[in-house]
């Protein structure tokens, strides 16, 4: 089973654009060195390594870890786009047999390009290939430049979400095999991505996103549009050498038009590859809409972040408006004392660029992580309720290669609807073992 796609972001656009993290033609701080895919600018805050075997006018950089071809003068750069992330998990522990079980299978599997023409438009086209079927995930192209001293991004094309700080970052960013239950469950119904336009602000301690999107370019909606608003700004009111605090916040507003749809609000406790972990809701029959908002707090500190993010989506019935509440606490520590990869122009994760991989003698980058988060569905006569708390490891060998492994504990509770004869007990809880073998280019 592949990640939703707009989990399978290969970068922070806002980078990625989004998905992905990222940074934009402007120079980030110490602490905030990663930029995302489609910024392969001049600018870009890791020393280009340059290539004197490439051709007169045209030079090979490593930006963010990965090769780009620069040909200049003209300010026009190439980058391939790729990864393949493969999961193996077994679950354990819970009272419902058929959860107890073993999977394996590729999470993400991309390919792509990125790239600027005479420094100021950008483009990115990424396919993600998963079940006998590929589907478009970015393709967009834009403008980007400075006005009056601040960063400015305009673009259109299937863009994907500035929500949540993990719901921003892409895929092969995120310090857990799982995006949070805040990225994962108070979204938009399209999923994490759209097709439309999108505008970013990014001042020296702050960005402020905007979009107005429809379906997804691969929509399997042909019945009903969609029109969806999404806002997020953050602010780094500490910003300094070894030191970051980051406060943000965001909203969405999606209407479809032509019809209403049938919704499901369920949500994975433990790992994707798991279908008998799925915390269950009724169908959601004649939504014409849906709305969301979520607040984050965190920072940096040396080698050591902590993120706190809470949302909560509200679904438009005729005659009730269910709504799913979702918080997340998590932490990290770089054992090897190396600065957090978070992103301080577009206030999301990034993949942190190596620079003592495993394979020239170095140890790499080794990091601990640990999360908590629940989530809550209610609605009138109707309450749901999972929680997980997760420990894991990342061993980034070099900017291009990741070995991960998690362990969550989690609890989920469905309401007594859910459950019967031959479905399992009304509450259970169980324990996920992750191993994650990651290669992003």
Not at 274 to 285: A, D, E, Q
Not at 401 to 417: C, E, F, I, K, T
Request: charged share 15%; with cysteine.
């Amino acid at each position: 089973m592949a990640f939703p796609s707009w989990f399978c972001a290969s970068l922070l656009l806002n980078t990625p654009i989004p998905s992905p993290p990222a940074t934009s033609s402007h120079t980030l701080d110490a602490a905030a060195t990663v930029a995302p895919v489609d910024e392969v600018s001049d600018n870009s805050p890791v020393a280009p390594k340059q290539t004197p075997a490439t051709a007169p006018g045209t030079r090979l950089e490593w930006r963010n870890g990965s090769p780009a071809l620069v040909f200049s003068p003209g300010g026009t750069t190439f980058r391939p786009l790729a990864q393949l992330i493969v999961d193996a998990e077994t679950t354990s522990g819970a009272r419902e047999a058929t959860r107890n079980r073993s999977d394996r299978g590729v999470r993400a599997a991309h390919l792509g390009f990125a790239g600027t023409v005479a420094n100021h438009l950008v483009y990115q086209l990424e396919t993600e290939f998963a079940s006998g079927s590929a589907d478009v995930l970015w393709a967009y192209v834009g403008w980007r430049g400075t006005v009056a001293g601040i960063g400015v991004d305009m673009l259109a094309g299937n863009l994907q979400n500035d929500r949540s700080v993990e719901g921003s970052s892409g895929g092969e960013a995120l310090p857990f095999a799982e995006p949070n239950f805040v990225a994962s469950a108070i979204a938009p119904d399209r999923g994490g991505f759209g097709f439309g336009a999108q505008s970013r602000l990014i001042g020296n301690r702050w960005h402020a996103s905007f979009a107005v999107t429809g379906n997804d370019i691969d929509a399997n909606h042909p019945q009903t549009g969609n029109r969806t608003l999404l806002a997020r700004a953050h602010w780094n009111p500490v910003k300094r050498e070894g030191a970051i605090l980051h406060v943000g916040a965001w909203t969405f507003d999606e209407k479809f038009t032509g019809g209403t749809r049938t919704l499901g609000a369920d949500t994975n406790v433990a790992h994707g590859l798991n279908l008998r972990t799925v915390l269950p809701s009724l169908p959601l029959i004649g939504a014409t809409g849906d709305r969301g908002a979520g607040v984050e707090a965190g920072g940096v500190l040396g080698s050591v972040w902590v993120m706190g993010e809470v949302g909560r989506r509200v679904i438009d019935l005729p005659r009730v408006e269910p709504h799913i509440t979702a918080k997340s606490l998590s932490a990290g520590w770089f054992l090897t004392g190396d600065a957090p990869p978070y992103a301080a122009a577009t206030g999301g994760f990034g993949r942190p660029i190596v620079h003592r991989t495993v394979f020239q003698g170095g140890s790499g980058q080794v990091e601990l992580t640990a999360r908590y988060e629940g989530i809550r569905f209610t609605m009138p006569g109707f309450r749901n309720t999972g929680s997980s708390v997760t420990g894991g490891v990342n061993w980034y060998l070099s900017s291009q290669m990741r070995l991960m492994g998690n362990v969550s504990a989690w609890r989920m509770a469905p309401d007594q609807r859910m459950t019967g004869p031959g479905t399992g007990p009304d509450t259970d809880h169980g324990t996920t073992f992750v191993l994650r073998v990651q290669f992003v280019l």
